[in-house]
Nanobody
């Protein structure tokens, strides 16, 4: 069973930065796509940023220019650099990795990000 472990969440003031990281347990395969999703209280989970094995990225309009997703040098790791954070970025952030692009993929346990003064 593939397990994803996230780290890097926390409390930050508006305008601050955080970096989230996610690492998958060792697998015999590589992932075709990785991404970060978030869910705020009372809202549905939404896609924040995704990256394919070829390096193509996609961002939610609300985070474009502020967030940056990248694959790590180690296989099966992904990070999300979040700058200029806003209170509306407050949510539980989840890492997702897909073996096949059309699959639901594997999920991490989530890490809380709170942006507040």
């Amino acid at each position: 069973q593939v397990q994803l472990v996230e780290s890097g969440g926390g409390l930050v003031q508006p305008g601050g930065s955080l970096r989230l990281s996610c690492a998958a347990s060792k697998t015999s395969f590589s992932f075709s796509a990785m991404g970060w999703y978030r869910q705020a209280p009372g809202k549905q989970r939404e896609s924040v940023a995704t990256i394919t094995s070829g390096g193509s990225t996609n961002y939610a309009d609300s985070v474009k220019g502020r967030f940056s997703i990248s694959r790590g040098n180690e296989q099966n790791t992904v990070s999300l650099q979040m700058n200029s954070l806003k209170p509306e970025d407050t949510a539980v952030y989840y890492c997702n990795m897909k073996r096949w692009i059309w699959s639901a993929g594997y999920w991490g346990q989530g890490t809380q990000v709170t942006v507040s003064s």
